[in-house]
Nanobody, 122 residues
Framework: QVQLVESGGGLVQPGESMRLSCTGSGFTFSSYGANWYRRQAPEKERELVAHITSTGGYTEYAESVRGRFTISRDNARSTLFLQMNNLKPEDAAVYYC??????????????WGQGTLVTVSS
């Protein structure tokens, strides 16, 4: 079964740090780029926060988090990370990891984690 399982959300105060993790299974994690998205309110679209290539050699970030967030991966553990520093109240959201994988049929399928809630409040 192809799945992504996230962990690491919770409540932090502004200025603090938090690390999110996302572990993949049922597919060759190391073969695919991966993303972190967030949804700040139910009525808002999910926003792409960060992207990393399959080897981890290239990353890119949304302007709103550049310089504060770091995406990384450990392919030996099939795990994706998002290190979030200097958190701001506007970073509060449900965070999702995401991978676009190619099935044996040749079709591409998006796989999403279940989401983890990050609350930033004093």
């Amino acid at each position: 079964q192809v799945q992504l399982v996230e962990s690491g959300g919770g409540l932090v105060q502004p200025g603090e740090s938090m690390r999110l993790s996302c572990t993949g299974s049922g597919f060759t994690f190391s073969s695919y780029g991966a993303n972190w998205y967030r949804r700040q309110a139910p009525e808002k679209e999910r926003e792409l926060v960060a992207h990393i290539t399959s080897t981890g050699g290239y990353t890119e970030y949304a302007e709103s988090v550049r310089g504060r967030f770091t995406i990384s991966r450990d392919n030996a553990r099939s795990t994706l990370f998002l290190q979030m520093n200097n958190l701001k109240p506007e970073d509060a959201a449900v965070y999702y990891c995401n991978v676009l994988i190619r099935k044996a049929t040749g079709a591409y399928v998006e796989v999403w984690g279940q989401g983890t809630l990050v609350t930033v409040s004093s």
